[in-house]
């Protein structure tokens, strides 16, 4: 089964900030870079098989299904919402939220 992956803001907003961090408060641009396409790329992944990843072991999240996808010293959340009404040649969603672990 293949998913949809959306990002929330604040993640956006997070990985803008680890960049940042990286490059200008590290000095270190090329690191920076690499870090987030490792970030990139693992959220890409959460296309397929998205519940690979473990459950988040503190309440409320583990009853709420959140996933914890390591990213090096970062991590993602993942929530994974099936759609209520399903559309012909629609996809389920998987949400990616990242934090700094």
């Known amino acids: ?10 993640a956006r907003e997070d990985i ?3 960049y940042e961090y990286i ?8 690191t ?5 396409h490792r970030i990139y790329k693992t959220v890409r992944s959460l296309d397929e098989m998205p ?3 473990r459950l ?5 999240w583990h009853s709420k299904g959140l996933r914890v996808a390591p990213i090096n010293n ?4 993942v929530n994974v919402r099936k759609s209520e009404i399903r ?3 629609k996809r389920d969603r998987c949400s990616c939220f990242i934090f700094i672990i």
């Open 1 to 10: 089964m293949s998913y949809t992956v959306k990002y929330s803001k604040q």
């Open 56 to 60: 988040y072991e503190d309440e409320p």
């Open 51 to 53: 519940m690979r990843f």
């Open 23 to 30: 490059a200008f408060r590290l000095l270190s641009p090329d």
């Open 32 to 36: 920076a870079a690499a870090q987030i």
């Open 16 to 18: 803008q900030l680890i």
């Open 74 to 77: 970062y991590g993602g959340l």
């Open 87 to 89: 559309e012909p040649g």
